[in-house]
């Protein structure tokens, strides 16, 4: 080999040995650093890549806004529309009514809030019509019971129990209506000027006024009856106060 092709040789080396050098008279510190500064740097320019990427966005906008109009209605004055295959939640009881969750996800379009309240007396007067079915089950029940001895013991029970269940709701739904009868008639008295007090009585003078009420419209029978259930469960209530007899 000639002595010109050896001194590029000899350079090279000579130029690696010295970059070796000076590599071994930095410290781990400074090389660390300029470690984490290199890192730095490469996540920078990833995320400004990815933020420039366009297309992912438009898709994934795209896709809402497919959805959005899938789940909009026609037309403004259209019926809302429900979906029937909505997983049923595996929350029961008083949990399930308590729950954010399903009242945040899900809601019945019967009971839509821009309704307003339910109105309870503009419903009883709506539905006033069911006692009159209710009655008609009763006298049907009783028709059964005395035209048909062939029922067994089994039958006879069970068309007893309706009929006690039948009555006591028809009972309940008559009491609610003549309170709220007698509370409409205290008020326009009251705007009239026929009867001086607040036109917003509290519960215990509602109480007191339904009460009165009720034994003028009630017969005398019928008054001695409740007075006498009256006195029975304040005797009973009076019994669970008293101690109990020690024994010796």
């Known amino acids: 080999m000639s002595a010109r092709a050896r001194r590029p040789q000899q350079k090279?080396?000579?130029?690696?040995?010295?970059?070796d050098e000076d590599y071994s008279s930095i410290s781990f510190g400074a090389l660390s650093k300029a470690q984490d500064e290199l890192l730095n740097q490469s996540d920078d320019s990833d995320d400004s890549e990815s933020d420039s990427d366009g297309p992912p966005?438009?898709?994934?906008?795209?896709?809402?806004?497919?959805?959005?109009?899938k789940n909009k209605r026609r037309n403004k004055h259209a019926p809302a529309e429900a979906s029937s295959k909505k997983p049923v939640s595996w929350i029961r009881g008083p949990a399930a009514e308590t729950s954010q969750k399903s009242s945040s996800l899900y809601q019945d379009i019967r009971f839509d809030t821009a309704f307003g309240k339910a109105d309870l007396q503009k419903t009883r007067k709506n539905y006033a019509f069911l006692n009159e079915y209710r009655e008609s089950e009763v006298r049907d029940m009783r028709d059964q019971l005395q035209h048909h001895p062939g029922l067994n013991d089994r039958n006879k029970q069970d068309l007893r129990r309706q009929i006690q269940q039948t009555e006591s709701r028809l009972r309940t739904f008559k009491d609610r209506d003549f309170e709220t009868q007698v509370l409409q008639d205290y008020k326009?008295?009251?705007?009239?000027?026929?009867?001086?007090g607040p036109l917003h009585l509290k519960r215990s003078d509602q109480r007191k006024l339904i009460l009165s009420e009720k034994f003028k419209v009630m017969k005398s029978k019928e008054v001695n009856k409740a007075l006498e259930r009256k006195r029975k469960r304040n005797t009973a209530k009076e019994r669970k106060l008293m101690p109990d007899e020690r024994r010796s």
Do not use: P, Q, Y
């Not at 090279?12 to 010295?18: F, Q």
């Not at 326009?188 to 001086?196: A, D, L, P, W």
């Open 188 to 196: 326009k008295k009251v705007k009239s000027g026929e009867v001086k």
């Open 57 to 69: 966005e438009e898709s994934g906008s795209r896709f809402r806004n497919s959805k959005h109009a």
């Open 12 to 19: 090279k080396l000579s130029r690696a040995d010295s970059d």
